[in-house]
T-cell receptor, first 115, second 117 residues
Framework: NAGVTQTPKFQVLKTGQSMTLQCAQD?????MSWYRQDPGMGLRLIHY???????DQGEVPNGYNVSRSTTEDFPLRLLSAAPSQTSVYFC??????????????FGEGSWLTVV | GENVEQHPSTLSVQEGDSAVIKCTYS??????FPWYKQELGKRPQLIID?????GEKKDQRIAVTLNKTAKHFSLHITETQPEDSAVYFC????????????????FGQGTILTVHP
């Protein structure tokens, strides 16, 4: 059981390039989300999904696209990278159970630098 | 939307002392409040959480209290140890009603806790 797997772990991009951060979970969780973490600002929600085919914007969605064609995968696409997108990105998945609530599992993170 | 404020931003204590981190939230609909510990270069790890139908929850040296009226919640770490040194984040979420709120956390800005031996 791998949990939440993110790739790549490190990436350097040039301004204007596009790329996709991959996220996969093997826990059959309905809910998946992407956060970015910047120094002194905590984690901020970029996009989230409550199931295959359903996505919505979070707090900081500009410059990013997502899709959810399967329960397992939730890729994050940077359309035209900008230095302001230099950050650490965390994918997360979760489920809701009446007894335990909404436990959220994070991936290991992807360090992205845009030069 | 929800806004979560966390204080202090840095906290330095001696080993064995207690540490308290406080958070306030703005959305009265929020009903789930987790706390995460993040070590350098690692992912956030859930250490304790509390739902709005409970005023206090304890797990060994860690406790969380919630005041719904004042919309604030706190993390208490007793008998601190050097391995408690990390960044701690509070968060708030809505965990009821429709499923569209699940998995959406609003985080505080984080507290860097340093425990000196």
């Amino acid at each position: 059981n791998a949990g939440v797997t993110q790739t790549p772990k490190f990436q350097v991009l040039k301004t204007g390039q596009s790329m996709t951060l991959q996220c996969a979970q093997d826990m059959n969780h309905e809910y998946m989300s992407w956060y970015r973490q910047d120094p002194g600002m905590g984690l901020r929600l970029i996009h989230y999904s409550v199931g295959a085919g359903i996505t919505d914007q979070g707090e900081v969605p500009n410059g990013y696209n997502v899709s959810r064609s399967t329960t397992e995968d939730f890729p994050l696409r940077l359309l035209s990278a900008a230095p302001s997108q230099t950050s650490v990105y965390f994918c997360a998945s979760s489920y809701f159970a009446p007894s335990s609530g909404n436990t959220i599992y994070f991936g290991e993170g992807s360090w992205l630098t845009v030069v | 939307g929800e806004n979560v404020e966390q204080h202090p931003s840095t906290l330095s204590v001696q080993e064995g002392d207690s540490a308290v981190i406080k958070c306030t939230y703005s959305d009265s609909a929020s009903n789930y409040f987790p706390w995460y510990k993040q070590e350098l270069g690692k992912r956030p790890q859930l250490i304790i959480d509390i739902r709005s139908n409970v005023g206090e929850k304890k797990d060994q040296r860690i406790a969380v209290t919630l005041n719904k009226t004042a919309k604030h919640f706190s993390l208490h770490i007793t008998e601190t140890q050097p391995e408690d040194s990390a960044v701690y984040f509070c968060a708030a979420s809505i965990m009821s009603g429709g499923g569209t709120s699940y998995g959406k956390l609003t985080f505080g800005q984080g507290t860097i806790l340093t425990v000196h031996p």
